[in-house]
Structures are given as structure tokens and as C-alpha cells.
């Protein structure tokens, strides 16, 4: 029908750690829906939403693409992808940094020691990036997970990786040097033109979301 056309589609992480904080903001803006857990497209009963649950690192270009008019994503996963989208919200949850790490009391100190040196990590672009602007030639080894690790296996001399406690870093002899990019979870929305039905749907969700976080404060 015409009408399911209008729905808005909004991408959220299936499983991980934004999951439950944005499924509590969608329920606690007054959406209602089921089941989300088993199913990769969700349909709200009382709103013209559906929710697509992927994994964040497909989030920033999907919604680019237009493929989901709106997503709840962290900022890093946006940069890292360079994806072309708006930002509309930047939201208190998600909060990490992410950092340059190497061993405790080891060579590397200062950025200028990373010259010639190998860094582990999962954020490729943005690593690469900040070594460009930085004027060093470091070499990046790219790995999806458990990056942490990378130095005691000497798998590479230090490490660019997401911090938000700094517990891991601790429990692995890392110390924290530079930060590269400071992260929060962020609601964006796609630069392909949008129906006035959509746009008018946008307005009303954002109106919600902005309500709500009035409440909590
Ligand atoms: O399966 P899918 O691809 O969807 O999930 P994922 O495994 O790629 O991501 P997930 O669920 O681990 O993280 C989703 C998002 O949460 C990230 O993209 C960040 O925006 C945000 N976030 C916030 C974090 C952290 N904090 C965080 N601490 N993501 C990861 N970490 C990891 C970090 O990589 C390191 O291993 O936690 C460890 C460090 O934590 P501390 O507290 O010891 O410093
Ligand atoms: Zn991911």
C-alpha cells in the first residue's frame, strides 16, 4: 500500500552493546513492537516505523544509501566508514574514545615514536588518517577483534583501539597515549531526498526523542 511506502526505516545494532540502551529509547518515546530479537526487520504497531537490526559496521553506509532513512550508530563506525549522512542527535550513550596504546614503559611515548612502527587495529581509515596529519610512517595491520593482544603476540608494536574505562588496556600492559576521536552513540539521517510523508515522520520521532531526553534529565 501507499502507506507502507511512508514507513520510516530506522537501522539499529542487532546484538551488541547499543542494542538494549536504543531499544530502551525507542520504547521509552512510545514505540511499540515485538520480538525484536529473532527477526531482522521489525514493524511498529503503533508508529509508521520499521526497525532494521544489522550490525553497526553496515549501519553509516546503509543509511547513506538510503537503504534506511535513519540509524542509531556510534560516531566512530560513521568516520571510520566516511560514510555521507547527517547527524542529527548526538546521544549520552555508547560513550568511548578512541586511542593510540602501547606497552607500559616501552619505546613508543610520543607520536613521533611511531615512526617505522606497526599498529594493530580495527579502525584502519582513521589511523591511517591521524599518522597522515601527523607526519608519520607507521605501518597499520588491520584485524577485526581482540586487538589488544596484537603487541603481546607481536603481532604489532602498539595498538589504536576503542577505550572507555581503560580497563583493558590496564589488564594487557598497554598505556594509553593519544586520542584520535572522542565517540558517543548518534542518530543519523540519510542525505537521499525524502518524501514530505517522511520528512513529516522524522520531525514527529525527533520531537519524541527530544521530549524524552527532557524527561530523564
Ligand atoms: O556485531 P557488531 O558488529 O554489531 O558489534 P561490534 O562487536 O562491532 O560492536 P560492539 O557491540 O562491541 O560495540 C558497538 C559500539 O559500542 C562501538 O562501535 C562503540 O561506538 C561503542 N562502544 C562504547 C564500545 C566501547 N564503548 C568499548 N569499550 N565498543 C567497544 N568497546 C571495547 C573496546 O574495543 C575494547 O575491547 O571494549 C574494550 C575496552 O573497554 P574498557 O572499558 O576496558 O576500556
Ligand atoms: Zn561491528
Known sequence: TADSKT????????????????????????????????????????????????????IPEYVQDGVCDLGFVGANVTAE????????????????????????????????????KTVATSYPKLTRDYFEENDVEAQIVTISGAVEIAPRLEVADAICDLVSTGN?????????????????????QTNKTLS????QLIDKFLQRMDGHQQAER
Open 7 to 58: 514507513s520510516l526505516r530506522i537501522a539499529i545494532q542487532k546484538s551488541g552493546r547499543l542494542t538494549d540502551k536504543t531499544i530502551e529509547l525507542l520504547k521509552g518515546i512510545g514505540l511499540r513492537f515485538d520480538d525484536y530479537k529473532r527477526n531482522l526487520m521489525v514493524e511498529c504497531r503503533n508508529f509508521d516505523v520499521e526497525l532494521l537490526l544489522i550490525r553497526d559496521d553496515d
Open 196 to 199: 514530505e510523508g517522511k520528512k
Open 168 to 188: 583493558t588496556l590496564k589488564a594487557n600492559g598497554l598505556q594509553e597515549l593519544d586520542t584520535i576521536l572522542e565517540s558517543e552513540t548518534q542518530l543519523i
Open 81 to 116: 566508514t566516511g560514510a555521507n549522512v547527517t547527524v542529527l542527535r548526538d546521544l549520552d550513550y555508547g560513550v568511548c574514545r578512541l586511542s593510540l596504546a602501547a606497552r607500559k614503559e616501552g619505546d613508543i611515548q610520543t607520536t613521533e615514536d611511531f615512526q617505522g
